[in-house]
T-cell receptor, first 117, second 110 residues
Framework: NAGVTQTPKFQVLKTGQSMTLQCAQDMNHEYMSWYRQDPGMGLRLIHYSVGAGITDQGEVPNGYNVSRSTTEDFPLRLLSAAPSQTSVYFC????????????????FGNGTRLTVT | GIQVEQSPPDLILQEGANSTLRCNFSDSVNNLQWFHQNPWGQLINLFYIPSGTKQNGRLSATTVATERYSLLYISSSQTTDSGVYFCAVHGSGNTGKLIFGQGTTLQVKP
């Protein structure tokens, strides 16, 4: 049981390049999400998904796309990287227990440190 | 929205000392977690504790939901306990977003 796995651990991009941050979990969690962590701003929710085929925006979605074709995977795409997207990105998942959707712990991956020059 | 405040912001301990970290939240919650972010940046889930008391080795946590606070106790601290400790609660709405406190930065000296 690997938990939440993120790849790559580190990435450097030039402005305008695109890339995909990978996230996979093997806990059969319905809920998955992406956060970014910036100094002085804390962790902010980018996008989330409550199940395969369902995604929605968090508080800072601009510049990012997501898809959820399987329960296990939730990739985050940067279509045209900008220096403002330099950050540490965390993927997280939790068991979603029916209507009491959030009465379970959120499990985080180890993060991806992204630098955009 | 819900506000989460942690204290103290910084703490320096000698190895072997005990400490208590506090988390206050401004509204009733049904989901509270404590995390440790180690010097390598990993966010380690310590406790899921919306109410009551839990213990895991040298760490324990207590949440008094009716009084809107939670405490994290670290006993016999070790240098590996260094890092930032976050309290986080589930915000209102259906995004599943966790609202994090600003954290307590702990340094344990040998």
């Amino acid at each position: 049981n690997a938990g939440v796995t993120q790849t790559p651990k580190f990435q450097v991009l030039k402005t305008g390049q695109s890339m995909t941050l990978q996230c996979a979990q093997d806990m059969n969690h319905e809920y998955m999400s992406w956060y970014r962590q910036d100094p002085g701003m804390g962790l902010r929710l980018i996008h989330y998904s409550v199940g395969a085929g369902i995604t929605d925006q968090g508080e800072v979605p601009n510049g990012y796309n997501v898809s959820r074709s399987t329960t296990e995977d939730f990739p985050l795409r940067l279509l045209s990287a900008a220096p403002s997207q330099t950050s540490v990105y965390f993927c997280a998942s939790r068991l979603r227990q029916g209507r009491k959707a959030y009465n379970s712990p959120l499990h985080f991956g180890n993060g991806t440190r992204l630098t955009v020059t | 929205g819900i506000q989460v405040e942690q204290s103290p912001p910084d703490l320096i301990l000698q190895e072997g000392a005990n400490s208590t970290l506090r988390c206050n939240f401004s509204d009733s919650v049904n989901n509270l977690q404590w995390f440790h972010q180690n010097p390598w940046g990993q966010l380690i889930n310590l406790f899921y504790i919306p109410s009551g008391t839990k213990q895991n080795g040298r760490l324990s946590a207590t949440t008094v939901a009716t009084e809107r606070y939670s405490l994290l106790y670290i006993s016999s601290s070790q240098t590996t306990d260094s890092g930032v400790y976050f309290c986080a609660v589930h915000g209102s709405g259906n995004t599943g977003k966790l609202i994090f406190g600003q954290g307590t930065t702990l340094q344990v000296k040998p």
